[in-house]
């Protein structure tokens, strides 16, 4: 009897410790409420929200998450700047986006279908700051998708131009 008592003891510990570890996993996905304005909201399939279905941030946040930059002109820009924020690889990671389309819209509606392969295989930046300045509305911000055009000539497309949505206010993982 007490061989068997022993057997469940351990078997009991064994579970309480895999219930401890799984839970503390869980807590390590979770993402913290903004305390600030939201300025971008991802919906869709993602497996960490901090909201009702989606995952929103304010400027500190994603200002938490690894930052990249790179200088770029653009065609709506008459010189170089050089752009800071977040890459949108590492934003979905954090989110634990499982889709294979993103579509991203902006404050006045407009939206864009980006490729898969593109955030994938380029720095796709989800810019926050422009030449050490935080980027206005009327400036294209908060948040505006560029492509380092400068660096990579081959993205100097149409078909890029049309995925670099300014004002960004929602990304859905589909």
């Given at each position: 009897m007490s061989f068997l008592r022993g057997i469940f003891v351990r078997s009991l510990a064994c579970?309480?410790?895999?219930?401890?570890?799984?839970?503390?996993?869980?807590?390590?996905d979770t993402l913290p409420s903004p305390e600030g304005t939201v300025v971008l909201s991802v919906t869709g399939r993602i497996g960490v929200t901090n909201a009702e279905g989606r995952a929103d941030f304010d400027l500190a946040m994603?200002?938490?998450?690894?930052?990249?930059e790179?200088?770029?002109?653009?065609?709506?820009?008459?010189?170089?700047?050089?752009?800071?924020?977040?890459?949108?690889?590492?934003?979905?990671d954090r989110v634990g986006a499982e889709g294979e389309r993103v579509r991203a819209t902006a404050l006045n509606q407009y939206h864009a279908d980006l490729p898969?392969?593109?955030?994938?295989?380029?720095?796709?930046?989800?810019?926050?700051?422009r030449d050490g300045e935080p980027m206005?509305?009327?400036?294209?911000?908060?948040?505006?998708?560029?492509?380092?055009l400068s660096d990579h000539p081959e993205l100097n497309l149409k078909q890029h131009h049309e995925m670099m949505v300014?004002?960004?206010?929602?990304?859905?993982?589909?």
């Open positions: 579970f309480c410790l895999l219930v401890v570890l799984v839970g503390g996993a869980r807590a390590a994603l200002g938490q998450l690894p930052q990249h790179f200088n770029t002109l653009t065609p709506w820009t008459t010189q170089v700047h050089r752009y800071r924020g977040v890459l949108l690889r590492d934003l979905l898969p392969g593109v955030a994938s295989d380029y720095p796709l930046l989800l810019a926050t700051h206005r509305v009327r400036d294209k911000g908060p948040i505006w998708i560029l492509l380092p300014w004002q960004l206010r929602t990304l859905d993982i589909r």
